[in-house]
Structures are given as structure tokens and as C-alpha cells.
Nanobody, 122 residues
Framework: QVQLVESGGGLVQAGGSLRLSCAASGRTFSSYDMGWFRQPPGKEREFVAAIKWSGRVTLYADSVKGRFTITRDNAKTTGYLQMNSLKPEDTAVYYC???????????????WGQGTQVTVSS
């Protein structure tokens, strides 16, 4: 069982940066792949980025490639999403997720955080 808690969201101007954190409880975190998803207002949840349990393989949505970086620190059981060059269309609730499979589909992940709001003003 893994519990996830996101933090680091907030209001930022376009072009700014934020770093989201995902703190995990449970010693099994290091064996799970991790992902970040987001849900813009009035839209479906969408994939943002994923990282394998080792931290050596990452995957990004085209919309964030080159601007966002996903990392993890298994010793601290925490994952991160560094978001640079933010755009108004990045406004969403951001969720971290963990599970035994690596990929871009929400169904691949068994554990989810409660979400953190990111708002980018123009």
C-alpha cells in the first residue's frame, strides 16, 4: 500500500516555474513506477510524465516535452515534477500516481494522490 501527497502547486505567471513534489509513504515506493497526470478545468485527466522505478527511464507528453522534468529520490520516497516556461494552458489539477506498470495510461497506476492546483496567469 502506498499513500501519495502532492505539494508545490500555486499561482504563477506565464513563463514562470514551479516544482511539484509527491511524498510517498511505504517502503515499496522504490519498486513502483511513477507518473504525473493533470486535469484541466472541464476536461479529462491527461498524461504529463512518467518515470520508471529506477529513475533511468522517463516519458513525456508532447505538450510538456522540453519544459517539464520528472525525477525521483527513492531514498526520500519522493517524486518531483519541475515545470518551467509555464503556459496558461498548463492550468490544471496535477496528480501523482504510482503503480507496477510504466506508461501513459491512468489504468496503469494503482495509487493516486489528492491533487494540487496549478494556475498559470497570462
Amino acid at each position: 500500500q502506498v499513500q501519495l501527497v502532492e505539494s508545490g502547486g500555486g499561482l504563477v505567471q506565464a513563463g514562470g516555474s514551479l516544482r511539484l513534489s509527491c511524498a510517498a509513504s511505504g517502503r515499496t515506493f522504490s519498486s513502483y513506477d511513477m507518473g504525473w497526470f493533470r486535469q484541466p478545468p472541464g476536461k479529462e485527466r491527461e498524461f504529463v510524465a512518467a518515470i520508471k522505478w529506477s529513475g533511468r527511464v522517463t516519458l513525456y507528453a508532447d505538450s510538456v516535452k522540453g519544459r517539464f522534468t520528472i525525477t525521483r529520490d527513492n531514498a526520500k520516497t519522493t517524486g518531483y515534477l519541475q515545470m518551467n516556461s509555464l503556459k496558461p494552458e498548463d492550468t490544471a489539477v496535477y496528480y501523482c500516481a504510482a503503480g507496477p506498470r510504466f506508461g501513459s495510461l491512468p489504468t496503469m497506476y494503482d495509487y493516486w494522490g489528492q491533487g494540487t492546483q496549478v494556475t498559470v496567469s497570462s
